[in-house]
T-cell receptor, first 108, second 113 residues
Framework: KNEVEQSPQNLTAQEGEFITINCSYS?????LHWLQQHPGGGIVSLFM???GKKKHGRLIATINIQEKHSSLHITASHPRDSAVYIC??????????FGKGTLLTVNP | DTGVSQNPRHKITKRGQNVTFRCDPI?????LYWYRQTLGQGPEFLTY????????KSRLLSDRFSAERPKGSFSTLEIQRTEQGDSAMYLC???????????FGQGTRLTVV
């Protein structure tokens, strides 16, 4: 069993829909990261969370430390949101353990 | 400074050849990380530098792999006697402090034929 599990693996949505991607982990962590990877490989760090909730534009990330679960929400989704979203967990450095990612496709 | 830079972006090599990748972190970042990502998988941690010191290496980093960060600036990752299983995206990231977050490069995609 992977230490970081993401669901769903693939997600297709229509433009404007509210999207949720889930992440569960089985190890103790200092923080959880949500990352975005576009075709071609480049990774952008979206959020780093150790508790509660963070919001940036249309993106919202929440974490429940007791339940070892995090969600990434995208409101009013847009085709440019199409990417792979990766959850990663780590200790006090960036020796991160990554999930396999969720491939999001937003159709116009 | 436009971010973390990795070169080359793509590398095709024949099995058995040696390859070297370079990562230039954001200039004030003292921490540098290498990850490897195979197709359909999330990245996996390879190694971590704080300044010029290599503080941790994953078991994934076999004897054929070596990473350096002379003078605590850019880093190189060398793979000797490449094998087809080495084909992957090699990602570099840098950070100043943990709480400031990490910045990733675009990656070097290696194909071993």
């Amino acid at each position: 069993k992977n230490e970081v599990e993401q669901s769903p693996q693939n997600l297709t949505a229509q433009e404007g829909e509210f999207i949720t991607i889930n992440c569960s982990y089985s190890v103790g962590i200092s923080a959880l990261h949500w990352l975005q990877q576009h075709p071609g490989g480049g990774i952008v760090s979206l959020f780093m969370l150790s508790s509660g909730k963070k919001k940036h534009g249309r993106l919202i990330a929440t974490i429940n430390i007791q339940e070892k679960h995090s969600s990434l929400h995208i409101t009013a989704s847009h085709p440019r949101d199409s990417a792979v979203y990766i959850c990663a967990v780590g200790g006090s450095n960036y020796k991160l353990t990554f999930g396999k990612g969720t491939l999001l496709t937003v159709n116009p | 400074d436009t971010g973390v830079s990795q070169n080359p972006r793509h590398k095709i090599t024949k099995r058995g050849q040696n390859v070297t990748f370079r990562c230039d972190p954001i200039s004030e970042h003292n921490r540098l990380y290498w990850y490897r990502q195979t197709l359909g998988q999330g990245p996996e941690f390879l190694t971590y530098f704080q300044n010029e010191a290599q503080l941790e290496k994953s078991r994934l980093l076999s004897d054929r792999f070596s990473a350096e960060r002379p003078k605590g600036s850019f880093s190189t990752l060398e793979i000797q006697r490449t094998e087809q299983g080495d084909s992957a995206m090699y990602l570099c990231a840098s950070s100043f402090t943990y709480s400031d977050g990490a910045f990733f490069g675009q990656g070097t995609r290696l194909t071993v034929v």
